[in-house]
């Protein structure tokens, strides 16, 4: 499955973005879907996730209530709708797909998105 991701921009603080990771492949309806994202010198950190169904989801305490997952099976593509974004939200964000339900753990995510950045001025 390949990935790509798209969406990341210049925000000022308080402001919103929403990114789409789309896939290529008809089978993306079989995979949780999840965000994570990598500021400098920093390492991964996991953002959100969906199941396949849509009907489940996780949130990093750090973004939950200001972050919203969801996705369209139809399109192939997951979305990832940021607001009230602050500046530690400035990192690259990276959509992947996994066969495991809902996890945080990025290691058990089998495909990977290029990454788009986000940068949030303060």
């Known amino acids: 499955v390949q990935l790509q991701a798209s969406g990341g921009g210049l925000v000022q603080a308080g402001g919103s973005l929403r990114l789409s990771c789309a896939a290529s492949e008809r089978t993306f309806g079989r995979y949780s879907m999840g965000w994570f994202r990598q500021a400098p010198g920093k390492e991964r950190e996991f953002v959100s996730a969906i199941i396949k169904s849509g009907d489940s989801t996780s949130y990093a305490g750090s973004v939950k209530g200001r972050f919203t997952i969801s996705r369209d099976n139809a399109k192939n593509t997951v979305y990832l709708q940021m607001n009230s974004l602050k500046p530690e939200d400035t990192a690259v964000y990276y959509c992947?797909?996994?066969?495991?339900?809902?996890?945080?753990?990025?290691?058990?995510?089998?495909?990977w998105g290029q990454g788009t950045l986000v940068t949030v001025s303060s």
């Open positions: 992947a797909a996994s066969s495991s339900w809902l996890t945080q753990n990025f290691a058990l995510y089998d495909y």
